[in-house]
Nanobody, 113 residues
């Protein structure tokens, strides 16, 4: 199982980024997927969850209305569209397969002017 995140970077407050997580080594469409984040000095926080078909999604209150999780099962990829970014969104963002708890290496998102 391999999860590889990409798309992080430096963005100004109010800006947008789209994170991607490319999966391999398992039947992607069989599993719910999640995005987490961890800011310096803080615990890792669940940001968003998506079910196998993409119909069901859940979000942390802190990102609801600004972030959107989606997936493309044909491409074996899960996405996190982040809009109206705030400095408090600065963190390392991780892709996660909750079944058996597999993690990617993370991608840094920095929101700063």
């Amino acid at each position: 199982v391999q999860l590889v995140e990409s798309g992080g970077g430096l963005v100004q407050p109010g800006g947008s980024l789209r994170l991607s997580c490319a999966a391999s080594g398992f039947t992607f469409s069989w599993y719910d997927m999640r995005w987490y984040r961890q800011a310096p000095g803080k615990e890792r926080e669940l940001v968003a969850t998506i079910t196998t078909t993409g119909v069901g999604t859940n979000y942390a209150d802190s990102v609801k209305g600004r972030f959107t999780i989606s997936r493309d099962n044909a491409k074996k990829t899960v996405y996190l569209q982040m809009n109206s970014l705030k400095p408090e969104d600065t963190a390392v963002y991780y892709c996660n397969r909750p079944t058996n708890n597999y993690w990617g290496q993370g991608t840094q998102v920095t929101v700063s002017s």
